[in-house]
């Protein structure tokens, strides 16, 4: 492709400078997010059958005897290392045009890491938990190691990412020696501080997919505005998100945590004020919603737990820290996929009634989770179905999705 | 109109700005709630305690009463200090030998400690509305006319050399060439008085009546009440707070705009 037709493509699709010359590379391998898009949907589905299994007692796995904790680190880390993996794979080469985008054989090899996680974590009773510690750090070191550009950037433009990933990094190895004896601190304490950890990695990334995909978006549709997402303002955000995780791990019945979770809640939702433009109206456009959900549902989240912790009345906060999982974080993985999933094979960001779907049908999801204290004599059916229902969105993507990430990019472009 | 339709226009994207500053106030809501856990209630309530205390006061009708008083006596005594600081400052403003000689005679009044005048005050008008009115209004009163002084002294005489050879009519002159100008630097010298009124009425309150928010504060304190107390200094926060952020803030950035 020569210089002056890479020039018209808009600019998220001229990211990189080169493309290894690997010969016979198959489209699904052709990219970082290809076998990943391919992969995580449909192992979020089986995964959450599987859960259902487990939990009304059809599927006998007794998870070292402690199935919730197994349950919250999978949903955690489990899809974590594939979302960031995608998330690197396909945003560090664009980020860093010198960089050669991760393909071919080295890629399987790392899809073959993070489903031999899995594999092991399923079967944790019989390979044992050293296994699964292993093959899962290594797979995190692997992402650590492949980010590692961003920590020596020079500038320090992007190192933010590479040094929470250490940080979430730590936090796991300290919940394997946790399970595995070797630490006193209880696992499920760890995870909630894992999930602090997260949330702060999720605020960084959606800063730069948010302002990415957004400006795309204006350019698309020629609206003339800018739209910046302020670093200070996510800062804040990652600041309150920080002290209420530190407090509620040393202290948490504490009224302060309470106030903590208020001021996470504010903050968070001011990220949502950077999308009011200078002269243009953007909060009509569906993706700018959806982005937006993002921040609400994380808000939510932090807002209800605060106020459980100032009530006395109510005891609900593990319920209304899905806001955050099921909610905030399941609607980040979304986004990502579906952004990629557009942008990276070539088209544009487009908004259909499949995307809408994705979208509300985990927001009902996370509010039927979230708000079961509230509902405790529907409990047990809200269980089965907010799970049921944040699961269709994966299915729609797999509809949707599927033969973009099977056939070579729409605009000839390698990749 | 166009003015007061543009910021109404605005109003709800600039509330929407402000959950950074909320989430601020949280932070510092917090730390509160760390302090009352450190030295214990009596010595510092707990802020949901607190806010508990000021729901039940907020029903109370007597409690509205002071509450009316003190509005009273600080809107009178900020009101006079806004006419005459602002006519007469801006009137010096023009003329250079006043705005000299004026300038010492400001430095005396904002020097001097509030606390001085009220006692001053005390000896001149005894206990009552006048002297608390009497200290906002020297109190706010300097801070106001620097503001307009400031404003008429600072302006362009480029501007004012090109508004005449184009032959502009007074009133265009006044409201699109000097107007604008002025009231920049005016408009925050308000609001900076108004927020020195704010504190001095509680102060004086305090000190020299028997009915207000001061002096219920001064009730509060001798009884040991620290829930109350607190609560009324949430009162006197939370008003200055809504009045400079929700009512004021919008109109000042709307009045600077043109600066950038």
Redesign the interface.
């Given at each position: 492709m020569n210089d002056n037709s890479r020039e018209e493509s808009n600019h998220a699709n001229n990211h990189y400078l080169y493309y290894p010359d690997e010969k016979d590379v198959p489209t699904y391998l052709a990219y970082g997010f290809r076998p990943i898009f391919l992969l995580l949907p449909p192992y979020i589905v089986i995964s959450m059958i599987l859960w259902a299994l487990v939990w009304s007692g059809y599927l006998n796995i007794p998870f070292m005897d402690n199935t919730l904790t197994w349950h919250v680190y999978e949903m955690l880390f489990g899809i974590l290392t594939a979302g960031v993996l995608a998330f690197l794979t396909t945003g560090l080469p664009e980020l860093f045009p010198g960089m050669v985008p991760f393909i071919g054989k080295r890629l399987k090899y790392i899809m073959i890491l993070w489903i031999a996680g899995r594999v092991s974590f399923w079967f944790i009773d019989i390979t044992g938990v050293y296994l699964t510690a292993i093959l899962n750090l290594s797979m995190l070191l692997w992402l650590i190691w492949f980010a590692k550009d961003v920590v020596l950037d020079k500038l320090q433009r992007h190192s933010s990412l590479g040094y929470i990933l250490v940080v979430i990094f730590g936090i796991e190895t300290w919940f394997f020696a946790s399970v595995s004896g070797h630490a006193i601190t209880p696992s499920l304490d760890i995870l909630k501080v894992a999930l602090g950890a997260i949330v702060v990695l999720i605020l960084l990334a959606m800063r730069r997919v948010n302002m990415e995909s957004v400006n795309e978006l204006m350019e698309d549709k020629d609206i003339d505005d800018i739209y910046i997402a302020r670093p200070p303002?996510t800062n804040?955000?990652i600041f309150?998100v920080i002290?209420f995780t530190i407090v509620e791990f040393l202290y948490p019945d504490?009224?302060?945590l309470g106030?903590?979770g208020?001021?996470?809640g504010?903050?968070i939702?001011?990220i949502?004020?950077d999308y009011?433009l200078k002269d243009e109206f953007i909060l009509n456009q569906p993706f700018v919603l959806y982005y937006a959900s993002i921040f609400v549902m994380l808000s939510i989240g932090y807002t209800l737990m605060g106020w459980d912790l100032?009530n006395e009345d109510i005891y609900g906060i593990n319920h209304f820290r899905h806001f955050i999982t099921t909610g905030g974080i399941g609607l980040a993985y979304m986004m990502v996929i579906i952004t990629i999933g557009w942008i990276h094979t070539g088209r544009n960001l487009t908004s259909s009634i499949y995307t809408h779907l994705m979208i509300i049908l985990i927001i009902i999801a996370a509010f039927m989770r979230g708000l079961i204290p509230f509902f405790e004599e529907y409990s047990s059916e809200l269980y089965l179905w907010s799970a049921i229902v944040w699961t269709i969105p994966f299915l729609l993507y797999m509809k949707v999705f599927y033969k973009f990430l099977l056939t070579p990019r729409a605009d000839g472009i390698q990749g | 109109m166009k003015f007061i339709i543009k910021i109404l226009k605005d109003f709800p994207?600039y509330l929407?700005?402000g959950?950074?500053a909320?989430?601020?106030i949280?932070?510092f809501?917090?730390f509160w709630?760390?302090g009352n856990?450190v030295y214990g209630a009596l010595v510092l309530p707990?802020?949901?305690e607190t806010f508990k205390t000021l729901t039940t006061m907020l029903q109370d009708e007597s409690v509205w009463k002071e509450i009316n008083i003190t509005l009273y006596r600080a809107s009178v005594g900020f009101g006079l200090s806004l006419i005459f600081g602002s006519l007469l400052g801006l009137l010096a403003g023009f003329f250079v030998t006043a705005s000299i000689m004026s300038r010492p005679i400001v430095t005396i009044l904002v020097g001097m400690p509030p606390i001085a005048w009220i006692v001053l005050a005390m000896i001149w008008f005894g206990m009552g509305d006048e002297t608390v009115i009497f200290t906002v209004i020297v109190a706010s009163f300097p801070i106001i006319f620097v503001g307009a002084l400031q404003g008429t002294r600072t302006l362009d005489d480029d501007l004012k050399e090109m508004a005449d050879s184009f032959k502009l009519p007074w009133h265009m002159k006044f409201f699109d060439v000097y107007f604008p100008h002025i009231f920049s630097y005016v408009f925050p010298a308000w609001v900076s008085g108004l927020g020195m009124a704010w504190k001095i009425v509680i102060m004086a309150e305090l000190l020299a009546t028997s009915d207000g928010m001061g002096a219920s504060l001064a009730v509060s304190r001798s009884q040991l009440d620290t829930p109350t107390t607190l609560a009324l200094v949430v009162i006197m926060i939370g008003s200055l707070m809504f009045i400079e952020y929700i009512i004021l803030e919008p109109i000042k950035r709307e009045v600077e705009l043109w600066r950038d």
């Open positions: 303002v804040l955000a309150t002290l504490s009224s302060t106030w903590l208020f001021a996470a504010a903050a939702l001011g949502t004020s009011k100032l | 994207a929407w700005s959950w950074g909320i989430a601020s949280f932070l809501i917090a709630d760390i856990q707990s802020p949901l």
